[in-house]
T-cell receptor
């Protein structure tokens, strides 16, 4: 069965430091992979998606993610954290032939001044 | 601008009462979804609809009902059979090709009083 695991329910970084949010998936068929961001009391917003055209995907707000098939991972990174990046981040997987998108449990990012 | 509108933003339900959450989209998307979000549990799928007049149960459909009479609208009713309805409810839509990801509404926070 397809699943998504986000390592770490909370991550804290200092402003200007590297952001690394981890996501591993399991899928027996080629996946579609997504990262979403959620600010308090709001809906989710798509940050970026894996298209199968390039393993390094760039998204909005300076975020990027790299698809590594051998590691079944799709970790989200940003070189320099900003206070406005504080939010909850969700990794999600969908797959060809299926219909549902499966979401990870989320990782809350805290940014310290 | 196209998007999804959820209303109301906050809703209070008395014991034994049915309440209906509204979800309207003007994106011309075929598919619509309802998710429930509880702290630390990510998003759980309640119902989804791929086409007008058709919908399927998700992972936690008990105590909920939906209708899809129009492409633009996918209301969710939380019935008295749902024993723990306090949560944040998110509506989403997608094009038939889910490669594009989901567009989410801003959510409805339901509280039992």
């Amino acid at each position: 069965a397809q699943s998504v695991t986000q390592l770490g329910s909370h991550v804290s970084v200092s402003e200007g430091a590297l952001v690394l949010l981890r996501c591993n998936y399991s899928s027996s068929v080629p996946p579609y992979l997504f990262w979403y961001v959620q600010y308090p009391n709001q809906g989710l917003q798509l940050l970026l998606k894996y298209t199968s055209a390039a393993t390094l995907v760039k998204g909005i707000n300076g975020f990027e993610a790299e698809f590594k098939k051998s590691e079944t991972s799709f970790h989200l990174t940003k070189p320099s954290a900003h206070m406005s990046d504080a939010a909850e981040y969700f990794c999600a997987v969908s797959y060809t032939g299926g219909f549902k998108t499966i979401f990870g449990a989320g990782t809350r990012l805290f940014v310290k001044a | 601008d196209g998007g999804i509108t959820q209303s109301p933003k906050y809703l209070f339900r008395k014991e034994g009462q049915n309440v209906t959450l509204s979800c309207e989209q003007n994106l011309n998307h075929d598919a619509m979804y309802w998710y429930r979000q509880d702290p630390g549990q990510g998003l759980r799928l309640i119902y989804y609809s791929q086409i007008v007049n058709d919908f399927q149960k998700g992972d936690i459909a008990e105590g909920y009902s939906v209708s899809r009479e129009k492409k633009e609208s996918f209301p969710l009713t939380v019935t008295s059979a749902q024993k723990n309805p306090t949560a944040f409810y998110l509506c989403a839509s997608s094009a038939t090709d889910r490669f594009y990801g989901y567009t989410f509404g801003s959510g409805t926070r339901l509280t039992v009083v």
